[in-house]
């Protein structure tokens, strides 16, 4: 059965070491990072990808992205199933999903990079250094310590997509810049390996023709509360 797949250029890095690892021949439309600025404008591009892809009439739509903040909400396909992975963000596929990422999480807020967040034009280094030269020192400080006050680690998530050494000056820098506690941290590709391999199983969702893409669907939503806690 044939497969589509659409897929982040932010993570083009893994995704191409994963099919070659497992051999995939899926073909994949890659998708501008920059998009991920506008979960709004994501969608619609989605969508418009989507419809252009049902023309060579797939057995499924493999979506490579995580939720992205409702940016896959109300995505639909009359003619083929959506295939997506049950994940927060493209930074949870390279975990290995959700649960680790809330683990990370708990420990101490982290802000993660990779090779692909800092390839995009908009990444948090260009921004940093745009707004540097245009308010320095001090206006600069004060603007990413009231956008980054809850976090103190920054995590370059170790892919072995490429050498890590190559981008460990820049992000050691930012770190010591926004005052974040430089650390590496191993990714976790499994996911991405199974997606190429059609091993859907319970990490991921299955939008039938004709459906759409909802939180139930991705088990998004929040956990109901005990009927104590509810008053009942």
């Not at 419809?51 to 109300?74: D, R, S, V």
């Not at 692909?116 to 260009?126: A, I, M, P, S």
Request: charged share 25%; aromatic share 6%.
């Amino acid at each position: 059965m044939s497969t589509i797949a659409l897929a982040c250029e932010t993570i083009k890095d893994e995704i191409k070491l994963c099919a070659e690892k497992v051999g995939s021949r899926i073909p994949i439309h890659w998708i501008k990072s920059g998009l991920h600025n506008s979960p709004e404008r994501l969608r619609h591009y989605l969508q418009t990808e989507i419809t252009a892809a049902e023309a060579g009439a797939p057995a499924q739509i493999l979506l490579l992205f995580g939720y992205c903040g409702n940016a896959l909400l109300g995505l639909s396909s009359p003619r083929c199933p959506l295939v997506i992975p049950r994940v927060d963000d493209c930074i949870s596929l390279l975990l290995g999903g959700n649960r680790r990422r809330h683990e990370l999480n708990k420990k101490a807020m982290p802000y993660y990079l990779t090779k692909g967040w800092l390839r995009h034009e908009n990444n948090l280094w260009h921004e940093y250094h745009f707004c540097l030269k245009k308010y320095g020192p001090k206006q600069t400080r004060e603007v990413y310590q009231l956008m980054l006050g809850r976090y103190k680690n920054l995590c370059v998530i170790q892919t072995g997509a490429y050498e890590l050494e190559d981008i460990l000056p820049q992000t050691r820098d930012l770190a010591a810049s926004l005052q974040l506690q430089h650390q590496i941290i191993d990714g976790a590709l499994e996911l991405i390996e199974k997606a190429l391999l059609k091993q859907w199983d319970d990490d991921f969702a299955i939008i039938e023709a004709g459906s759409t893409v909802d939180l139930k669907a991705l088990r998004l939503l929040p956990e109901p509360l005990p009927r104590a806690d509810l008053g009942g």
